[in-house]
């Protein structure tokens, strides 16, 4: 059940996207928003601003990095009034939050306290990399957080349906319960795609999903609906998208080792690089 979804937000427009399907999503699910605006510790002390001031001819005097410290204050302040007053206008339960620290480690501490995390793909410090495929806080925050994670596009679309990538792992496992919990709670019909050429496995598969279905559903004749396809995992779930069946992909997160994600990327990071509407995780 999500009652309580966290959105760090940092004012850029595609945090404002994360923002309208925050409304959207807390208005099917009853659920409340925490706007959370991290102040990135980077930014404010240590070398980096350092190193900014002095390539521009302004090496830092007293008082500097106070000076830069206020004007980040005021303006995150700004950020979080216009997230509360826009949720308000929208009858959304909201509080926000101001703190300063590392933004992956930050927004990992504070999802303890919700349901569900809504991030957008690239948001104001998308350049600044802190490693990995995905070179952005989200990366970060999937791997560690231990909460589902819908990272959202730079444009909405309601959402009226959803799909699902199975593949019988255990973190695909949990995505199904979630979408099935999800299916109910805001009546999205659910397709799930199953990507194999063995007969056997996809028969394995769609029995599995039958019986979750049949076990976790409320209302187990709700829409859900089995496809088999044949090909390339990232490819064909990026096809499947494409298509417009659904508004919403599900997926297990990051099911290779990591080894072989360092070497030759993985269906999730390519998913979530191409993918034209919200993909929520799950690990």
Not at 209 to 225: F, G, V, W
Request: hydrophobic share 40%; charged share 25%; proline share 4%.
């Amino acid at each position: 059940m999500i009652n309580k979804i966290l959105i760090p937000t940092d004012g850029s427009a595609n945090s404002l996207t994360a923002l309208e399907y925050g409304i959207y999503i807390a208005h099917k699910l009853g659920a409340a928003l925490i706007g959370l605006y991290v102040l990135d510790v980077n930014l404010i002390q240590g070398p980096m601003l350092t190193d900014i001031s002095g390539s521009v001819g302004m090496p830092p005097y007293d008082g500097f990095f106070d000076v830069i410290e206020t004007a980040l204050n005021e303006k995150a302040d700004c950020i979080l009034k216009e997230f509360q007053e826009r949720c308000q206008k929208s009858g959304i339960n909201v509080e926000v939050k101001k703190t300063i620290g590392k933004i992956s480690s930050i927004i990992i501490e504070e999802a303890h306290g919700a349901d569900l995390i809504l991030m957008a793909k690239k948001g104001e410090h998308f350049h600044l990399k802190e490693g990995g495929l995905l070179g952005s806080v989200a990366e970060a925050v999937v791997r560690d957080s231990g909460k589902p994670v819908l990272v959202t596009p730079e444009t909405f679309l309601e959402i009226e349906s959803m799909g699902l990538a199975y593949d019988g792992s255990d973190s695909a496992s949990k995505a199904l319960k979630l979408s099935l919990e999800l299916s109910d709670q805001a009546v999205w019909p659910l397709t799930v795609v199953i990507i194999t050429s063995d007969a056997e496995k996809a028969d394995t598969l769609s029995t599995q999903i039958e019986e979750m279905h049949q076990k976790e559903s409320i209302a187990p004749t709700a829409d859900c609906e089995i496809i088999i396809l044949s090909g390339k995992e990232p490819d064909e779930i990026i096809k499947f998208i494409r298509e417009g069946a659904v508004e919403l992909m599900v997926m297990g997160a990051y099911g290779h080792n990591r080894l072989r994600e360092l070497l030759l990327g993985s269906t999730t990071s390519h998913v979530i690089r191409k993918s034209p509407i919200p993909v929520l995780l799950t690990r």
